[in-house]
C-alpha cells in the first residue's frame, strides 16, 4: 500500500497578521507584509473522513436548526478578583473561554495572571503552567506579592501532550500558559518558538478547553519586529485577545481588549505596578496627564473615550525646524498614517505648512489613542508648539478633523464634557455636533468649531 498518510503536508502562515497562504510568496496577500511567512507543517492525522464515518454511524449528524429552538444559557462568568481585568473581560472570565494576553517582556503578564490565579483559586481552581521560570521562581514571586500559595498549583512544563496529560489528571478550571512561545507538541519536528510550533500548540490547548470547559489564559510575547513567532497568529483561534501596554519608567499599565468574543473591545483597564504586584486604578480619569500645573507650548488636553469610560489624555507635540531634506515624523501612541493626514489638512486648510519642521507627537503615560477624537487636539499641540506658545489655561478639545477641513462631532460628547468640568477644566474646543446649545456646560465655558480654520482661531 501507498504510505501516502505519512507525507506532512505544509501550508504556510504570515508571522504578522496570521494569514494562511497555500505557497510560499514574498508578501503577505491579507496585510501586505514582506518576508513575513513561516512554513509549517499540518497534523498529520487530520482527517476530515473520520469525521464522515462519525456522521454516518452513532455520532448525530450536524443539522439545520432555527436558532429559536436552540437551547441556550447567558455564559457563566467568574470574576477574577482584579475589578479592572474583569472590565476589559466583559464582566469577568467567562468559563471555558480562551484569552491570548499579549504584551512587551517585562510588562507584567506573568505578574497579573498569577495575582488572578489566586484570587480566583476558591471558584475555579487554577494551574499555572510556567515555560520560562522555574517553579522556584514562580513561588518566590506568589510569596512576594504575598497571595495565599494554599490553592495555588503551578507545572513548569513545555511540552503540550505532558502539560495536558496533568491538567486531565488534575482537571484544572482555569490554565494559564506562559508563555505560549515556549510551548512544544511531539507531533511536530519544528524548533519550539516557530510559528508552526505556537499555532500547533496552541490549538491543543482551544480544542482542551472547548472539550472541557476549562478557562485558559495563554501568555504571548510581542516583538516589535514581528521578529519571531508572535502571538498574531493565534488572534483568530481564542475568544479574546488583550493587549498590555505601558511605558517604560511608568508605573501605569493599560489592558486593552482588542478581540472579545464575550464583551466590548477597546475596554481599557488600568494598573499600577508597585511593590506588591499590579494594583488597578478604578478612577484612572486624569492619570494620564503630565502633572504640570501651567500650560506648556506643544500640550493640548483631550477627552478620549476608549472602552466605557472618559479618560482625559495629553497629548504632546514638539515641532522643530529640520536639518533634513524628508523631515522626521514621528507618532508615538497614535497612528502614524493620521498624523501624516492632519498635517496635510493643516496645511491645506488652516494654512499653516510643517514641511520644513520634525514633527513629533506623544501621547503621554505610554496609552495608545485610537479613536479620531484625537484629532482636534493633535493638530493644536502642533501649532502651540509651532508658535511657541501654550493655550489657554485649563482648555480641553476633542474632536475628528476631516479631509476637506471640517471638524467631525464624535460619539458621547456630553460625557466627555462632563468629565472635563469634573476636573475643573474651564474651556473646551470641540465640535459644533457636540456642543450644547447654551454655549456652556456645568462652568465649563464650550467653544463650538465647525471648520479647521475656527478652532484654530479659538486656540490662538
Ligand atoms: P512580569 O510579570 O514578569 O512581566 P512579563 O511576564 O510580562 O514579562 O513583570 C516583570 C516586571 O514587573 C519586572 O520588571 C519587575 C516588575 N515587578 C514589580 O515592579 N513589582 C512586583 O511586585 C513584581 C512581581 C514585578
Ligand atoms: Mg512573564
Not at 521578529?227 to 498590555?244: K, Q, S, T, W
Not at 505648512?353 to 503615560?365: A, K, R
Request: glycine residues 12%; proline residues 5%.
Amino acid at each position: 500500500m501507498a504510505k501516502t498518510a505519512t507525507k506532512t503536508r505544509t501550508a504556510y502562515v504570515c508571522n504578522e497578521c496570521g494569514g494562511d497562504h497555500a505557497k510560499w510568496q514574498g508578501q503577505c496577500d491579507a496585510c501586505g507584509a514582506w518576508n513575513s511567512l513561516s512554513q509549517i507543517a499540518l497534523e498529520p492525522e487530520a482527517k476530515p473522513a473520520a469525521r464522515r464515518d462519525g456522521w454516518a454511524g452513532k455520532v448525530e449528524a450536524p443539522k439545520v436548526t432555527a436558532l429559536r429552538e436552540v437551547r441556550h444559557s447567558e455564559e457563566a462568568r467568574v470574576s477574577t478578583g482584579i475589578g479592572e481585568f474583569d472590565r476589559v473581560l466583559g464582566g469577568g472570565l467567562v468559563e471555558g473561554a480562551v484569552v491570548l494576553v499579549g504584551g512587551d517582556p517585562g510588562i507584567g503578564k506573568s505578574t497579573l495572571l498569577l495575582q488572578a490565579l489566586a484570587q480566583m483559586a476558591g471558584a475555579l481552581p487554577g494551574l499555572y503552567v510556567s515555560g520560562e521560570e522555574s517553579l522556584a521562581q514562580v513561588a518566590g514571586r506568589a510569596v512576594r506579592l504575598g497571595l495565599p500559595l494554599d490553592g495555588l498549583h503551578a507545572l513548569a512544563e513545555t511540552g503540550v501532550e505532558r502539560i495536558l496529560e496533568h491538567a486531565a489528571a488534575m482537571r484544572p478550571k482555569l490554565i494559564v500558559a506562559d508563555s505560549v512561545q515556549t510551548l512544544w507538541s511531539e507531533q511536530l519536528t519544528a524548533a519550539p518558538g516557530s510559528v508552526s510550533q505556537v499555532r500547533e500548540s496552541a490549538a491543543r490547548l482551544v480544542r482542551y478547553a472547548k472539550e472541557t470547559g476549562t478557562a485558559v489564559f495563554l501568555v504571548g510575547h510581542v516583538t516589535k519586529e514581528g521578529g519571531i513567532a508572535g502571538p498574531r497568529v493565534l488572534e483568530h483561534m481564542v475568544d479574546a485577545v488583550l493587549y498590555f501596554e505601558g511605558e517604560a519608567g511608568s508605573r501605569f499599565r493599560v489592558l486593552r481588549a482588542f478581540k472579545n468574543r464575550f464583551g466590548a473591545v477597546n475596554e481599557l483597564g488600568v494598573f499600577a505596578m508597585g511593590e506588591k504586584g499590579l494594583k488597578e486604578v478604578p478612577n484612572p480619569s486624569a492619570i494620564f496627564l503630565s502633572g504640570g500645573s501651567t500650560a506648556q507650548p506643544g500640550s493640548a488636553v483631550m477627552v478620549t473615550r476608549e472602552g466605557t469610560r472618559p479618560l482625559l489624555v495629553e497629548v504632546q507635540a514638539l515641532v522643530d525646524a529640520s536639518p533634513l531634506s524628508n523631515p522626521r515624523r514621528v507618532a508615538v501612541g497614535l497612528e502614524g498614517n493620521r498624523m501624516a493626514m492632519l498635517l496635510a489638512v493643516l496645511h491645506r486648510h488652516g494654512g499653516i505648512g510643517v514641511s520644513d519642521q520634525d514633527v513629533f507627537v506623544n501621547v503621554v503615560g505610554g496609552i495608545r489613542v485610537q479613536e479620531t477624537a484625537a484629532d482636534l487636539p493633535v493638530l493644536l499641540a502642533v501649532l502651540s508648539s509651532l508658535r511657541d506658545r501654550p493655550l489657554a489655561e485649563k482648555t480641553i478639545a476633542f474632536g475628528e478633523v476631516g479631509l476637506s477641513g471640517e471638524i467631525r462631532p464624535v460619539p458621547n460628547g456630553e460625557e466627555r464634557l462632563r468629565e472635563a468640568a469634573t476636573h475643573g477644566f474651564r474651556r473646551a474646543i470641540v465640535p459644533k455636533g457636540n456642543a450644547p446649545k447654551a454655549g456652556s456646560y456645568k462652568g465649563l465655558e464650550v467653544v463650538a468649531v465647525e471648520r479647521l480654520a475656527d478652532a484654530l482661531a479659538a486656540a490662538e
